[in-house]
């Protein structure tokens, strides 16, 4: 069963760090771009940072400066590193991926999502 994981989130003060973790597994011939996002109570989800396959990456502009994500094609995992954390950085973080699954003969691209860790940054 083709899944991703996050992990990693938890409380912590405003002005703290906080590291999410992305681990995709099962039946996987190749990753494409990887994402998080994030949805704050009442609120739309909204894209936080997005990391390609060459490495190149996009960060939404209230997270640039502070925020890293990184990813390792050998273990098909991605990471978040959070620094100078705000309070309105609260919100579920989810975890997306663009996995190249096995379909028969062929292959397939199809969009993963994880199922989310809370991220809770008290003033």
């Known amino acids: 069963q083709v899944q991703l994981v996050e992990s990693g989130g938890g409380l912590v003060q405003a002005g703290g760090s906080l590291r999410l973790s992305c681990t995709a597994s099962?039946?996987?011939?190749?990753?494409?771009?990887m994402k998080w996002y994030r949805q704050a109570p009442g609120k739309q989800r909204e894209l936080v940072a997005g990391i390609n396959t060459d490495g190149s990456t996009n960060y939404a502009d209230s997270v640039k400066g502070r925020f890293t994500i990184s990813r390792d094609n050998n273990k098909n995992t991605m990471s978040l590193q959070m620094n100078s954390l705000k309070p309105e950085d609260t919100a579920v973080y989810y975890c997306?991926?663009?996995?190249?699954?096995?379909?028969?003969?062929?292959?397939?691209?199809?969009?993963?999502w994880g199922q989310g860790t809370q991220v809770t940054v008290s003033s």
């Open positions: 099962g039946s996987i011939f190749s990753i494409n771009a």
């Open positions: 997306n991926a663009d996995l190249k699954i096995p379909n028969g003969s062929f292959y397939v691209i199809r969009r993963y």
